[in-house]
């Protein structure tokens, strides 16, 4: 789907006005300085570097795993910029994580019934092959410990494919697509919260599948595993949830791309097994078992007017060049630094940018910051990765820090690369006022909408969940979540230029207004232990 006429011609008329640097007054800033909107509103859209600033991190770089060899560069990377655009306090906050990973080369080729290279990619965090595996295939779909019994006995020797095959999707809507401002209007929708205190230990439950089956698959004399792509299109994701800090997975194991992984089906079920080569070059490293967050400061004038902070997560999974997850968010803070710091003027309070580092594994640095600055929750220290993450939000009481008062506003993106068309308010219907007059300088670049739906799955999450006024912008969809989200296509190609533009300038003049408005975001109640939403539901005990 696309804007709607009216809405199409706006923001592009705006573009096409700054693009030939006739300059355009700032719409009213009701708090914050128009004649400073105004100039990050010129530099952002008439000599961005977001995209120069994009293939630099993405096409030089690459995909950014927690703790790997190319995270450690990414982040000298990134504060030698910093340092660079002037800000201060350049420095890196480490946190407990585990060993890094590194992927140093792969192959995955049919060998019978005839020669044929495989579109494939490891697990995050697979142990190597000793050299290359070659071995007949068995389809033995697994979901539930359940199915263990059935194979028992029959997978010596074999590499196991361990998903059902299913059927080619059928698109049920377009691959790119951008808001209709009736699309947004539907966000507009308050949720009622529900609490149950069960569905976590469920939750993981069936995290921690994957690390059991390849356990099995040890244990009975199996070489590798294979799983399925969960998208079509010959796309691969390379997704390792199952890591936990101190563990690996028990066997080699890749995921094939659905169209290889069914060919590889009808193959053994109509005949003789084929026999597939797996080769898997890659590297535990256990010198450093701390990970890290980026951190830099535009200094303000009034050290007692406390901070505003914007963030977005620096790392991402092995699968493309971690662009648009969340490469896109990281370049837009970097370059909303970049016009803040243009400016030479200091805002009253102090700007924080925060490049987070372990989101991919459960928001651990976002949430190794809350409990380092922000407050604590009583959390068994021995729980790891996904348990921790999962105990922590159910964890109370909630016990705040000194600096919890000073956080004024947290502004994350973590959405792709696509347009900003607003802001959630998060449920909090307090803040909403203020939002808005701070968006209002933006109606002519199209980020004017403002709706009361929570989001969920990244930084601002842990920020919420203790009352604190964390926030995400809302973005056109473009084809992030269609086939771009984690895979193989997560390359700079599938960035849009004049919507990194727009989010750079949208997030920088949101950041300095906050910074120097009289008024401050109206937080949401420090949360305390809830009661259960539905207190006679009764569990299948079986789950």
Do not use: C
């Not at 199409?8 to 705006?14: E, G, N, S």
């Not at 409990?371 to 999962?390: N, T, W």
């Not at 739906?453 to 809302?474: C, E, R, W």
């Amino acid at each position: 789907m696309s804007f709607s006429a009216s809405r199409r011609f706006v923001p592009l008329f705006a573009a096409a006005l700054l693009a030939s640097a006739i300059p355009i007054a700032a719409a009213a800033a009701p708090d914050g300085d128009s004649a400073a909107i105004a100039r990050i509103i010129d530099e952002g859209m008439n000599r961005s570097e977001a995209m120069t600033t994009a293939s630099a991190l993405m096409d030089r770089i690459g995909p950014r795993l927690t703790n790997s060899e190319n995270h450690r560069k990414a982040e000298s990377w990134a504060m030698d910029l910093l340092r660079q655009r002037g800000l201060a306090n350049v420095h890196v906050e480490p946190f407990d994580f585990g060993a890094g990973w590194n992927l140093d080369s792969y192959s995955v080729a049919m060998v019978t019934p005839r020669a044929l290279p495989l579109t494939a990619i490891p697990v995050a965090w697979s142990p190597a092959t000793s050299g290359t595996v070659r071995a007949p295939v068995v389809i033995a779909p697994m979901s539930r410990e359940e199915h263990f019994a059935e194979w028992k006995g029959k997978l010596a020797g074999k590499i196991v494919l361990v998903s059902l095959p299913g059927q080619t999707s059928e698109s049920k809507g377009p691959v790119f697509q951008r808001y209709t401002d009736a699309e947004i209007a539907e966000l507009d929708t308050y949720t009622k919260p529900v609490f149950d205190p069960d569905a976590a230990a469920l939750q993981v439950k069936n995290r921690r599948f994957f690390g059991k089956l390849a356990a099995f698959l040890k244990a009975e004399g199996a070489l590798a595993v294979v799983k399925m792509s969960y998208r079509d299109g010959k796309l691969v994701h390379g997704e390792g949830y199952d890591f936990q800090p101190g563990q690996t997975l028990a066997r080699p194991a890749v995921e094939l791309a659905q169209e290889d992984y069914r060919k590889l089906v009808r193959l053994a079920k109509t005949g003789d097994a084929p026999t597939i080569a797996i080769t898997v070059a890659a590297r535990y490293d256990e010198s450093n078992l701390k990970a890290e967050n980026v951190v830099a400061e535009i200094p303000g004038s009034d050290p007692k007017a406390g901070y505003v902070m914007a963030g977005a997560h620096f790392d991402s999974w092995i699968a493309g060049d971690g662009a648009n997850d969340n490469g896109a968010g990281s370049i837009t803070v970097l370059e909303a630094a970049r016009l803040i710091s243009k400016l030479g003027i200091k805002p009253k309070r102090t700007i924080r940018f925060v490049l987070w580092s372990g989101e991919e594994q459960g928001l651990l640095g976002s949430r190794a910051y809350i409990d380092q600055h922000y407050a604590s929750r009583p959390v068994d220290p021995s729980l790891k990765g996904i348990d921790s993450y999962i105990a922590w939000r159910n964890a109370f009481p909630i016990t705040p820090k000194p600096e919890y008062s000073q956080l004024k506003a947290y502004f994350n993106m973590d959405n792709g690369s696509g347009r900003f068309r607003g802001i959630y308010s998060e449920g909090n219907l307090g803040a909403e006022k203020l939002l808005k007059e701070w968006l209002a300088p933006f109606d002519m670049l199209g980020a004017d909408k403002l709706v009361v739906s929570k989001t969920g799955g990244t930084d601002h999450v842990f920020l919420q969940a203790i009352g604190l006024p964390g926030y995400q912008f809302i973005q056109d969809p473009l084809d992030y979540d269609s086939r771009v989200h984690h895979s193989n296509l997560d390359t700079v190609d599938h960035m849009r230029a004049d919507d990194m533009r727009q989010a750079a300038v949208v997030m920088a003049g949101m950041l300095w207004q906050a910074a120097n408005s009289d008024k401050e975001l109206p937080r949401a109640v420090l949360p305390t232990q809830p009661a259960p939403t539905d207190p006679f539901k009764v569990r299948d005990p079986s789950q």
